[in-house]
């Protein structure tokens, strides 16, 4: 389970480790995201060489495509995606939440439209608890609603209520079905009403999870009202439940993050970037394919140690990624995921080393210096 091993004194910073049944996750922690079972442009050999703990798996997608049929002929998730560390599967609570002219939400579940050939399916939330056991993921998310930004008081009230619902008949499910030492990680719910915030976490620590997922952030509200929801979940949580921040974040918005007591975060901006052709560095964002890097015979980011930087240049990367090669943007995405990885070990460093406020504020005044762009 979850053990805090060292909070820092001038923020909300903590250090930690979580045992799944699988294998053992440090925090801070960020799983890169294999949403159909693979993380874009690589594969698990880069990512046990990257060192990744873990990652997010989509349960809404593997259920269109292979299917969980398939996926359980070939023995589970972790063996056929060849990946041994932690799988963390989210509901599809989102997905849904994004197809808002494709769906139909009831309080038995939620009726949508396969954005694949358009067919009709209908899933409760014990049918979501069956694909992510079937899976055969380590974490489990169950069903939500998420709402918009900005949304009526009424309106998230009424998610929040079916959220607590959802999550109830989920824990049911779950609580009889054979889990084979799965963790459950239902969603806080609220918009950004504190007081909704506070009743979805009562409702929720009362199911025993082993962790909770922070959800409904990151859909349009202002920052301010986002660090707001994190400091009160920070205060009102049981300290004792790891907290994830579902689909979040970019470099400074996870050092904002941490710096609430988030222990754990996913998202596609990695690999996403990498696709375009834009790597991270520590001092920003480098777009690697415009004409100023042609005949640039530098690394990446001179500081980092990945494959890529040892070996490839700016001008080589640039050339990949201009004439439609695909090893150009795999490239990128490698040092993009590596990349993450060194941003995470670092912010540990810090914490263990009680100078994570300083190592915060050094951080983003470089990143934000842009000097590799010149």
């Known amino acids: ?72 002929l070939c023995g589970g998730l972790h063996r056929f995606m060849d990946f041994e560390k932690t799988i963390l599967t989210d509901s599809g609570g989102y997905q849904i939440f994004s197809l808002e002219r494709l769906r ?7 009726e949508f439209q396969s954005h694949i050939d358009g067919s009709r399916i209908f899933l409760t939330p014990e049918d979501v608890m069956r694909i992510q056991l079937d899976l055969d993921s380590d974490i489990v998310v169950p069903l939500d609603e998420c709402v918009k930004y900005p949304a009526e008081y009424e309106v998230a009230e009424r998610a929040v209520k079916r959220t607590l619902a959802w999550a109830r008949r989920s824990r049911d499910f779950f609580g009889t079905a054979s889990t084979r030492g799965a963790h459950f990680f239902p969603i806080v719910q ?6 909704l915030r506070a009743m979805c976490l009562e409702g929720l620590e009362e199911l025993d999870p082993q962790g909770l997922c922070i959800g409904g952030l990151s859909v349009g509200e202002p920052q301010d009202l986002r660090y707001n929801v994190l400091s009160f979940i920070q205060q009102k949580a049981d300290r004792k439940y790891l907290r994830y921040f579902m689909g979040y974040g970019k470099p400074l918005d996870i050092l904002e993050a941490v710096s609430c007591g988030v222990d754990l975060f996913d998202c596609v901006i990695p690999t996403r970037y990498g696709r375009t052709g834009t790597a991270f560095t520590g001092s920003g964002q480098l777009v690697v394919r415009n004409s100023g890097f042609a005949k640039d015979a530098r690394p990446l980011d001179p500081d980092c140690d990945c494959w890529v ?19 150009g943007v795999q490239l990128v995405s490698y040092h993009n995921v590596f990349w993450y990885k060194r941003l995470i070990d670092r912010i540990r460093e810090a914490i263990e080393g009680s100078r994570f406020l300083e190592f915060k504020n050094e951080f983003s005044a470089r990143y934000t210096s842009g000097e590799l762009q010149r």
Do not use: W
């Open 190 to 195: 609220g918009s950004v009403h504190n007081d």
């Open 104 to 110: 139909r939400l009831s309080d038995e579940g939620v």
């Open 1 to 72: 389970m979850f053990t805090i091993h060292t909070e820092d004194t001038n923020t909300k910073a903590r250090l930690g480790t979580y045992r799944s049944r699988r294998a053992e996750f440090r925090t801070p922690c960020f799983f890169p995201v294999a949403t159909q079972g693979t993380v874009k442009g690589l594969d698990s050999r880069d990512l046990r060489e990257i060192g990744a703990e873990g990652c997010l798996c989509n349960a809404y997608h593997l259920y269109l495509r292979p299917g969980t049929d398939v996926v359980k």
């Open 309 to 327: 930087c040892r070996t490839f240049s700016r001008a080589y990367l640039r050339h990949l990624i201009n004439a439609n090669e695909m090893l």
